[in-house]
Structure formats: C-alpha cells, structure tokens
C-alpha cells in the first residue's frame, strides 16, 4: 500500500526540516528523488545517507532563472517528473504597519510566485502523459492569520484558492492537486521558542502536542499514492485538532 516504486519526484524545500523526512518517507516508498534547496551542504548530506535514487539541484526560488533551470535540469535527471512537491517556505515577519515593500514581495514570491511559475512548468508534462500528483505545503497560519505575519499568510491562503483552481481544469486528465496545512511542527524554528511560548502554543492544540515532520511526511506520500487518486481540491490540515476547518 502506498507504493511510489518508480515514480519520480520533485521536491523543494529538500532541505529543511520538514522537506528532509519527507524525502525520506517517499525514498523508502520506492521514489526516485530531486531534492531542490538553497543549502546544498545538507543536500549533499542527505543524498548521501538515502543513496541510490537521489539527486539534488541547488536553486534559490527568488530567482526565475533558477526556478526555469531546476524544472529542466530535473526533467532531463529523469525524464519526467510524476509528482511535484511544492514543500519551499520563507519568513519575513513585522508588523504590517512596519513592513517594508521588500518583506512583502520576498515572501510573496517565493511562497506564492516560486510555487506557481515552477508548477506552471513542470504541469505541462503531466498534461501530455495524462498523470500526475501535485501537492503545495500551506500553514494553519494560512486559515487564522497570525500576528507579525500577514505577508506569510497571505501567501499561504492564497496557495488553497490556487490548488482548487488547477484541480478543476487538471481533474480529467488524471491529474490531482491537493494541499497540506501543518500546524506547528517540531523543528529547529520551534525549538527556538521559549518554555512560556510553547506551553501557550500547546494550551490551543487538542492532541497536546507538537507535530513531527513525519506527520507531514505521511501525508505527503498518500497524496502522491494512487490511493489518493480520487482525492483532488482537498485540503488536510495536519494540525493536532488546533483548527477544525
């Protein structure tokens, strides 16, 4: 069940966190990997402890040309690409009457523009092969805003208007388009927080805990699975019950 065996897959944000386990749970499916990053130092790492059916392209997402490169360059790596991951994040937080135009547009194109151009390219294959698997990695912050915070949740709520769109004109041709909301994930930007902080972010979550990236990770690999193949336009929020959606 959930076999990716010979399926080949794009990954961004292979670097992070969250994007390392999910390479290494769709890896241990069967998956044929091109983990994308800004820090091929962990790229390198990680390629290395998977092994056989790993390889990574260094491109920063700011940049349209690394965007255009990466889409060739890993089509060229495998031929094609089945499932795309659109898993690439950044933060540039202020308060919104303080944020600078460059805050605003940073977060905005990578999290948003990154995400629609590369889809956009990578997209065009799975249309003549009549197959494919799309899925972006949103944020809970993209359904209650958060303080600090507006260019990040703008981006990430505009993600599911997105997903619903392309699903609608992908749907018949086998071709599905999904999106996964974390909730707060235990990871090295949370393990920044202080005791105080925590605990009042764990007063609001049910489960009474911190997700782990495996939790993302596992959702990541039945959305590329041809289980999911009649699941398109669907959010999962992966978030501990802290928001019932």
Request: hydrophobic share 40%.
């Amino acid at each position: 069940m959930f076999s990716l065996k010979d399926k080949n897959v794009l990954l961004t944000g292979g670097s992070g966190g969250i994007g390392q386990e999910i390479a290494r749970m769709l890896h241990k499916q069967g998956a044929n990997i091109i983990l994308s990053g800004t820090n091929e130092e962990k790229l390198i790492e990680l390629s290395s402890i998977l092994g056989d059916r790993v390889n990574y392209i260094v491109a920063n997402l700011e940049k349209r040309e690394d965007i255009d490169h990466l889409s060739l360059k890993a089509e060229e790596i495998l031929g094609h690409i089945d499932i795309l991951i659109n898993n690439a994040g950044i933060t540039a937080d202020n308060l919104f009457i303080r944020m600078k135009d460059e805050e605003w547009d940073k977060v905005l194109n990578v999290n948003l523009g990154a995400n629609v151009r590369l889809t956009k390219n990578i997209i065009k294959g799975m249309l003549k092969r009549r197959f494919g698997r799309i899925i972006f990695v949103s944020s809970i912050i993209g359904y209650t805003g958060n303080v600090g915070q507006s260019n990040y949740a703008c981006s990430k709520s505009a993600l599911s208007g997105f997903t619903k769109s392309i699903s609608l004109e992908i749907a018949n041709r086998g071709i599905t388009c999904n999106l996964i909301a974390p909730g707060f994930i235990k990871t090295p930007m949370t393990e920044k927080l202080n005791e105080n902080q925590q605990k009042v972010i764990l007063d609001k979550i049910p489960i009474s805990r911190l997700g782990i990236p495996e939790d993302i990770a596992a959702a990541c690999v039945y959305l590329a699975s041809d289980e999911a193949s009649y699941i398109t336009g669907t959010t999962i929020h992966v978030n501990g019950g802290m928001g019932m959606f």
